[in-house]
C-alpha cells in the first residue's frame, strides 16, 4: 500500500481548504483518509486525481536518526573505519522538504554532496524491545530520503550538526509504502539523469531490523520519526541548476531541483 500527505492544487472545490492532507494511493487517484499515514487509515469518502494534489513530505517527524557509514563501499570511497556498532547521528526535522521543492546550496559551503538512502517511518512508539519483538511491527512503512551533506565542513567539523542539518539538507519522499523491502530492493540516485548510485540493501553492513534495535536502546522513537539507513557508494557534489532523483525500487522516486541561496 503507497501512502502519502498532499495538499489540494488550485483551484480548490468549494468544501476544500488547502491543509495538509493524507491519502492513500490506487492507480490514478488519492482516497483521503482521516489524521496521518501511521494511523487507522479510515477513509473519508473523497478522492482526488494524482494532477490535482502537490505531494508534501509523508512524514512530519519529532526527530529523523540517521545511520553512517552503512554500506562497505562507501566507506571505502571515503576512506573511513568500518564501524564494529551502528554509527547515529540526528538531522533537524526543518530540514525537511517534500519532492519538487528545492535543495537550496548555503554559500558556507563549496561541495554539497547527494546521498541517495532508503528511510523508515516510525508507525508506533518504540522502545526497548525484546528479542521475541518483530521490528516490522513499528515500521509505517518506507520512502526515499536524501541525506544531503557539506562534505567540505564534515571534514573540519567534528560532529555532523551543521554539515547536514542545514535547511533544505532532508528531502524526503514522495510515498510511504506499507510493505516490508526485499533484500534486492535498491537504492539508486541520478544526477540531471545520469545515474550516481545503485545498490541493493543486502549490501548493508546493519540490516533495518539491527537499526531500529539499536536506535530503541537508547530513545524512544515516537510515530512519525524517521530512520535514514545509510547511503551506498558514488556520492557526489551537487550545483546549482542539477536535477537530483532519489529512486528506491517498489517504493517510488523522490526528485529535487538545486539552487543557490540568494542572500
Known amino acids: ?6 495538499t489540494l492544487l488550485d483551484p480548490l472545490p468549494n468544501d476544500a481548504a488547502r491543509t495538509p ?9 488519492v482516497f483521503e483518509i ?24 509523508p512524514s512530519v517527524p519529532t526527530k529523523i536518526v540517521c545511520v553512517g557509514r552503512n554500506y562497505r563501499d562507501h566507506i571505502a570511497e571515503l576512506s573511513n573505519p568500518v564501524p564494529k556498532e551502528p554509527l547515529t547521528f540526528f538531522k533537524p526535522p526543518s530540514s525537511i522538504i517534500a519532492t519538487g521543492e528545492a535543495i537550496v ?3 558556507v559551503s ?4 547527494y546521498e541517495g538512502e532508503l528511510a523508515m517511518v516510525i508507525g508506533r512508539r518504540c522502545f526497548h524491545l525484546r528479542p521475541s519483538d518483530d521490528f516490522r511491527d513499528y515500521v509505517a512503512g518506507y520512502t526515499p530520503l536524501n541525506d544531503v551533506t557539506a562534505r567540505d565542513l564534515q571534514k573540519t567539523d567534528n560532529q555532523w550538526t551543521r554539515v547536514k ?12 509504502e506499507t510493505e516490508h523491502p526485499s533484500p534486492e530492493t535498491s537504492v539508486e540516485t541520478f544526477v540531471n539523469g545520469v545515474r550516481k548510485q545503485s545498490s541493493p540493501i543486502s549490501e ?3 540490516s533495518l531490523d539491527v537499526i531500529i534495535r539499536w536506535i530503541a536502546q537508547v530513545m524512544t522513537l515516537e510515530p512519525g520519526d524517521v530512520i535514514a539507513t545509510g547511503t551506498p557508494a558514488g556520492v557526489g557534489p551537487l550545483a546549482a541548476g542539477d536535477v537530483v532523483e532519489v529512486s528506491i525500487s517498489g ?9 543557490a541561496r540568494q542572500d
Not at 517504493?251 to 539552487?259: A, C, D, H, S, Y
Request: charged share 20%.
Open 1 to 6: 500500500m503507497k501512502l502519502c500527505r498532499f
Open 21 to 29: 492532507l493524507a491519502g492513500i494511493i490506487e492507480s490514478s487517484s
Open 34 to 57: 482521516r489524521g496521518e499515514p501511521w494511523g487507522a487509515r479510515e477513509r473519508t469518502g473523497r478522492k482526488w486525481p494524482l494532477d490535482q494534489i502537490k505531494f508534501l513530505a
Open 105 to 107: 546550496l548555503p554559500p
Open 110 to 113: 563549496q561541495n554539497v554532496q
Open 165 to 176: 542539518g542545514f535547511d533544505t539538507f532532508c528531502p524526503l519522499g514522495t510515498v510511504m
Open 204 to 206: 548493508m553492513i546493519f
Open 251 to 259: 517504493i517510488g522516486t523522490l526528485r529535487n531541483p538545486v539552487i
